[in-house]
């Protein structure tokens, strides 16, 4: 009798078992979700250089940039930070997920000195997933720059880009004054302390001026980029900025295509950031004394040197509702 309740005892649990393994052959397998990367770069904005971040949707991010003179008066003034100062205040603010709209004013005290206001827009197209079914993320980058300047500053030895009524009438057509720029841009972020970034970008003004000489400047300049951060402590990393405007004849200007011309020269920048979840501080070094991305591709005559290096810094900070 205890021989026959041990083997249905048994044969009961053979039989639950094979119908609980029949029950989960039957069932669809049930894929994890697979979510976005966090942290690519801490700040949708590396150095002076955009990256492809976003903040969450109803964030209101304030931007101050800040660029000292150049180093070649050495400690005559203290390296350029008693030199002239080249200064950018923007508000950007995300209204639908992956899109951001922002707007900025550039005071740049230099020669040639330039009043910008700027209107921008950034776009997340793709992003990166944390099980690689998405390897990048893809953004897009657009700035539209409005020059203050006045009259006398703006139509000295200028060449238009399409008819103007400035030989007719003493002022400024408005669309003389704009500048575009834009950009797509493609990130990785490698491991938790290696991110990095690459971009094409495309700048135009309608308006430029010419050169001594008679040649006009180009109104069209191609530029590729190289961004990329290395964090080395919870809340530092070292960040990098490269930027190449590409000599291609076919979309230039120039009658001669020489040295004589003064093509723009690549910018570097080297630099340190602290962030937190809601800020993030930059001090750097860079080749370059503009803040906007087209003044960088079109106009940068600064060497890799000490009379073309100087110091800047960026400070973001979020406020999200």
Not at 18 to 43: G, H, I, L, R, W
Not at 184 to 191: D, E, G, N, P, Q
Not at 241 to 262: R, T, V
């Amino acid at each position: 009798m205890k021989k026959n309740i041990l083997f249905i005892i048994l044969l009961s649990f053979i039989s639950v078992y094979s119908f609980a393994q029949e029950e989960a052959t039957d069932k669809p397998e049930v894929k994890e979700k697979d979510y976005p990367v966090n942290a690519t770069f801490e700040s949708g904005l590396l150095i002076d250089a955009q990256t492809v971040v976003i903040p969450e949707v109803k964030t209101l991010e304030m931007v101050i940039q800040h660029k000292f003179g150049t180093l070649e008066n050495g400690r005559s003034d203290l390296w350029g930070i008693y030199g002239s100062a080249n200064i950018r205040l923007g508000l950007n603010y995300v209204p639908v997920k992956n899109f951001q709209i922002g707007a900025g004013i550039t005071k740049k005290s230099v020669a040639g000195e330039k009043n910008i206001t700027d209107l921008n827009a950034k776009w997340t197209v793709l992003q990166q997933t944390r099980k690689n079914t998405i390897p990048v993320s893809v953004s897009l980058y657009g700035v539209i720059g409005i020059d203050g300047k006045n009259y006398t500053g703006l139509v000295e030895n200028v060449n238009v880009a399409s008819p103007s009524p400035l030989a007719e009438i003493n002022k400024v057509a408005f669309n003389d004054r704009l500048s575009y720029f834009s950009e797509l841009m493609v990130a990785r972020k490698f491991c938790d302390w290696f991110s990095l970034q690459a971009a094409v970008s495309f700048s135009h003004y309608n308006m430029v001026h010419y050169q001594k000489v008679g040649s006009p400047y180009d109104h069209d300049k191609i530029g590729v980029h190289v961004n990329g951060r290395i964090k080395v402590t919870p809340q530092g990393s070292i960040i990098f900025n490269y930027d190449q405007p590409l000599k291609i004849k076919d979309i230039s200007e120039q009658s001669e295509w020489n040295d004589n011309f003064p093509h723009p020269k690549s910018n570097i920048a080297l630099g340190y950031e602290v962030s937190t979840g809601t800020h993030a501080f930059q001090i750097y070094m860079a080749s370059t004394t503009s803040l906007l991305p087209q003044d960088n591709i079109m106009w940068n005559q600064n060497e890799m040197n000490k009379n073309g290096l100087s110091i800047g810094f960026t400070i973001t900070r979020l406020w999200a509702y």
